[in-house]
């Protein structure tokens, strides 16, 4: 709709180094967030090589380039290069789009979810015109959040300040989910925006491609992770709490 094409129409791409691709339009599909272009299998079988070279091996690096600074902010976080970052390839079970290749990529890094689902994480993330990255914490059951709500009411100098944290490091509050209902209509009013989200997302987006083939920038993400690091160690001790009080189990990554 944005770009006013159909079926049968050619569309114009230009990555991050100002080369155009044209590319014939086979299919669309609708994505709540976002917007992707897929790639053809066959688009995919021809270059394999080099987009594992140009994308996923440096997507690797980058985790390892980070690891040293994850185990320091939290000991239990899992950093596999190979499984935390996302395949070209796409799962199409139970999506009603079968476009299987994908350009977006991202990498995530938290504790393992098989022991810790939904555990709190940070992240990366670039797709054709624009980069990201910052720290998220979804439960797969909403309630949940309330334990991150109650920590902010038990410690709100804590809570305020981890949100200071993450000022500086560059980045913007959102939750994605909200309680319509005032749940909690005696708390203090500079912590009501928060108390009613179902997940929250702190991110940093950015247009300049040319970053990407920049070294700098995995000193610019390593900076700003550390500096958002009270608001992760504030969400870890919540999801603590879940687990000990078993609203959150390890068996719940099987669902």
């Known amino acids: 709709d944005m770009l006013g094409v159909t079926y049968g129409d050619y569309i114009t791409f230009i990555d991050g180094d100002d080369i155009r691709y044209q590319f014939k339009v086979e299919n669309i599909t609708k994505n709540h967030v976002g917007h992707y ?8 079988e021809e270059h394999k090589l080099e987009l594992k070279e140009g994308i996923t091996v440096p997507m690797r690096q980058i985790v390892l380039d980070l690891s040293g600074l994850m185990y320091e902010i939290d000991d239990k976080m899992f950093t596999d290069p190979v499984r935390c970052v996302s395949r070209i ?20 890094l938290r504790r393992y ?4 689902p939904s555990a709190p994480f ?16 979804w439960t797969w059951k909403q309630s949940a959040f309330k ?13 305020l300040e981890a949100l200071d944290a993450c000022k500086q490091a560059g980045f913007v509050y959102g939750s ?3 309680y319509k209902k005032d749940m909690y209509p005696n708390a203090p009013k500079e912590l009501k925006p928060y108390l009613s989200a179902k997940n929250m997302e702190f991110s940093y987006k950015s247009f300049d491609m040319n970053k990407i083939n920049s070294s700098a920038l995995i000193d610019e993400i ?34």
């Not at 476009?99 to 990498?107: D, F, H, Q, S």
């Open 113 to 116: 979810k098989n022991e810790y």
């Open 147 to 159: 334990e991150v709500h109650n920590l902010i009411l038990d410690k709100p100098d804590e809570w």
């Open 89 to 108: 390839y796409r799962d199409t079970r139970g999506n009603r789009s079968k476009i299987k290749y994908r350009e977006n990529m991202w990498l995530m």
């Open 222 to 255: 390593k900076l700003a992770f550390d500096l958002a690091s009270p608001m992760y160690t504030f969400w870890a001790k919540a999801y603590d709490n879940m687990l000990s009080k078993g609203i959150i189990k390890p068996e719940d990554a099987m669902r």
């Open 122 to 137: 940070f992240y990366f993330e670039f797709l054709p015109n624009s980069f990201g990255y910052g720290l998220g914490f």
């Open 176 to 178: 994605r989910d909200n």
């Open 37 to 44: 272009v897929y790639m053809s299998k066959e688009f995919y």
